[in-house]
């Protein structure tokens, strides 16, 4: 099922709610916002994220991707964020989330249209 504009928009508003200090993961965004995987979200950041405080969000794992690991990781530190040998501490940082259906039902929307429909 294709992404709607309100399920990107959804997702933004997760991660620019996201505080100071804590983090997220790319599942924790999928599932408050009802995505089947939470690859959807590595898609949003990677396209729609740029004025988005995108180092706040992490993989399950706790630690960046490598190609932005050192920027990431300096802004996590500068927050004040728990980093231990390159991953941050997920039980001390990570941001709860209201349980679903914290955000807003998708809206019967068109799907987002992509480049080369």
Same mark, same amino acid.
């Given at each position: 099922? &294709?992404?709607?504009? *309100? #399920?990107?928009? #959804?997702?933004?508003? /997760?991660?620019a709610s996201i505080p100071r200090?804590?983090? *997220?993961?790319?599942?924790?965004? @999928?599932? @408050? $916002?009802? /995505? %089947?995987?939470?690859?959807? $979200?590595?898609?949003?950041?990677?396209?729609?994220? *740029?004025?988005l405080p995108w180092h706040r969000?992490?993989?399950? %794992?706790?630690? &960046?991707? @490598?190609? /932005? @690991?050192?920027? #990431? /990781?300096?802004?996590?530190?500068?927050?004040? $964020?728990?980093?231990?040998?390159?991953?941050v501490d997920l039980r001390a940082?990570?941001?709860?989330?209201?349980?679903?259906?914290?955000?807003?039902?998708?809206?019967?929307?068109?799907?987002?249209?992509?480049?080369? #429909?």
């Amino acid at each position: 099922m &294709p992404t709607t504009d *309100a #399920q990107i928009e #959804q997702v933004r508003t /997760l991660v620019a709610s996201i505080p100071r200090g804590r983090v *997220a993961t790319y599942g924790d965004i @999928a599932a @408050a $916002v009802g /995505l %089947s995987t939470p690859r959807t $979200v590595g898609w949003i950041m990677r396209t729609d994220a *740029a004025d988005l405080p995108w180092h706040r969000v992490l993989g399950a %794992s706790g630690r &960046p991707a @490598a190609h /932005l @690991a050192h920027r #990431q /990781l300096r802004l996590l530190a500068e927050e004040g $964020v728990p980093i231990r040998e390159g991953r941050v501490d997920l039980r001390a940082a990570r941001f709860p989330f209201p349980d679903p259906p914290h955000c807003v039902p998708p809206a019967e929307t068109a799907p987002r249209r992509t480049e080369g #429909q």
